[in-house]
């Protein structure tokens, strides 16, 4: 049930009746409970092509919109707002219908294929703090996405090729003719890297070891394309192990590296020559672009090949613009990175659309987010200033779970422990982030991500195991209650209404690309079924049972809700913690 939507298509058809169909129908919810749930804004902005006063267009509306099974009352005010305060009994029947539903009441949106490029870490080194963002928020956009119905490709864009490989190649070269296996000698890619590029500065000759790899590369000799098959399968096999501990849903058949797209580089340059897009200057091809100008007017400059013959990032970025939209056929293109690539993007996209490599309606969406900082203001880093690693980030969430969790009075076994630990600690990473608006930065605090209280995931978490508690108490399970939902308090109206908001608010997840929406969602959820649970008792012995099984139908609603949203964000829910 999308109630939104549904408001919209009511007030779009009365406006039709009053001779407009061109207007946009603005329907909002409304900021408190007085003023109803929603309420249409669109009357003031008639007032000048109707010659009519607002409110009396806001009254012609109330009389022609046809709200009567889903409204108890509609009322104008101020200059001619029109509040809609809904029904019970159509809320409780729209409750009714989502409980037994497994997909909660909501409908699958028209198909797109979506593209979503998201992880996408430079394989040289280890995944560090830096690839987080665009890993958590890439896979709760995809699972939402896939949710309401679409087609999605992932499309992890991994940087597995370019000059820096020549020196790790050289490296590994050596590793191995000292009889050692590839998995040891990259166990700690960190390490590795540094050991590499010490050589690189300081050791005599092997700086031009190194750029004759590169070159061995480029020409695929095929020892040299051997060992770096090596090389990435191991480095991929890092990040399956930080996905496996995230809960991240990337597999290798996910890959599409920067690699893949070779063969095709030379393609690209050839192309845009043809059109007269891109311009040789000082020996190297440049496409100049006077829409995105600097202050005196001189034309922002984006190089698609290096004077010496090389292509950059930007060249690869433009062939997998081709690829995805003429092969894989997608109707949007999202791609999640930090927003300093934003300048990139948007160039890509300008240089791209005027060389034909998507169609017009095809979408291409940049979605930047900002840095996780430490709780100096500054960038996260380890103690000594080091980048830290994603896999001992996750380990020490587990572990700071853990305490936690045992100092709280639990009559959990080791195994329930070791199994909650997990997935508090690492829910609780996840949430914090995902529940920041990506486009700004946020300070990485381990003691408010991993509280009980407030805006988090042990909090939902734990809202979810109350409900489950209650149906262990009452002895019952869903399918034995006869659904009949009754909302007599207001807590019961508030809390129904925002349970039939599911819909509406992942819907504005797929389209922004914006997970913060669901928590801040969810965490509503869990803040209206704490005061419900507080003022409408469920299992005392008073409660007439058609109330009780009333309030459990809530309730079952609540937890499968709370547990269907973690679930799109990457969270597991537990029985209990
Ligand atoms: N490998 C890049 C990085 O770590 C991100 C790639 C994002 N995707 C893209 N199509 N450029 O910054």
Known sequence: MNIHALLVS???EALQELGVDDAPVPVARSARPEFGEYQFNGAMALAKKLQQKPRDI?????????????AAKLEIAG??????????????????????????????????????????????????????RTTIIGDAVV????????????QNHMGDWGTQFGMLLAHLND???????????????????????????????????????????????????????????????????????????????????????NDDLANVVAELKAKKIAVEDQGAQVVFIPELADKEGKPAVYIIQKSGGGYLYSTTDLAAMRYRSRELEADRTLILTDARQALHFKQ????????????????????????????????FKTRTGGTVKLVELLDEAVERAAKLITA???????????????????????????????????????????????????????????VKSIFRKAGVTLADLPVDIQLKQPQEHALAVLLLQFEEMIGVVARDATPHILCTYLYDVASAFMSFYESCPILKAEVDPAVKNSRLALAALVASTLEQGLNLLGIETLEKM
């Open 10 to 12: 009511r007030f779009t």
């Open 58 to 70: 806001a009254q012609k509306i109330v009389e022609l919109v046809k709200l009567n099974d889903v």
């Open 79 to 132: 200059p001619g707002f029109i509040n809609v305060h809904l029904n019970d009994e159509w809320l409780a029947n729209q409750c009714e219908l989502a409980v037994h539903d497994p997909r909660l009441g909501v409908a699958k949106q028209p198909s797109d294929t979506v593209v979503v490029d998201y992880s996408s870490p430079n394989l040289a080194k280890e995944m560090h703090v830096g690839h987080l």
């Open 143 to 154: 699972k939402v996405l896939e949710f309401l119905g679409h087609k999605v490709v992932r």
């Open 175 to 261: 590793k191995l003719q000292n009889n050692q296996v590839a998995e040891t000698a990259l166990s700690d890619l960190e390490n590795f890297y540094r050991e590499a590029k010490v050589r690189f500065d300081e050791e005599e000759g092997f700086a031009d070891r190194a750029r004759e790899y590169v070159v061995r590369l480029q020409r695929k000799d095929a020892d040299c394309m051997a060992l770096w098959h090596k090389f990435i399968d191991v480095s991929i096999a890092h990040s399956e192990e930080v996905y496996q501990k995230l809960n991240v849903s990337l597999t290798r058949g996910d890959v599409m590296g920067e690699s893949a797209y």
């Open 348 to 379: 890509t996209e300008i240089v791209g659309r005027k060389a034909d490599f998507m169609k017009p309606e095809q979408s291409y969406e940049h979605c930047p987010f900002g840095m996780m900082l430490g709780s100096d203001g500054r960038p």
């Open 408 to 466: 709280r009075d639990t009559d959990l076994s080791q195994d329930e422990l070791t199994d909650v630990a997990r997935k508090v600690g690492i829910g609780a990473v996840k949430y914090a982030d995902l529940s920041k608006n990506r486009t700004t930065d946020y300070v990485f605090n381990w003691d408010t991500m991993l509280s009980f209280e407030g805006n988090t995931a042990p909090y939902l978490q734990y809202a979810y195991t109350r």
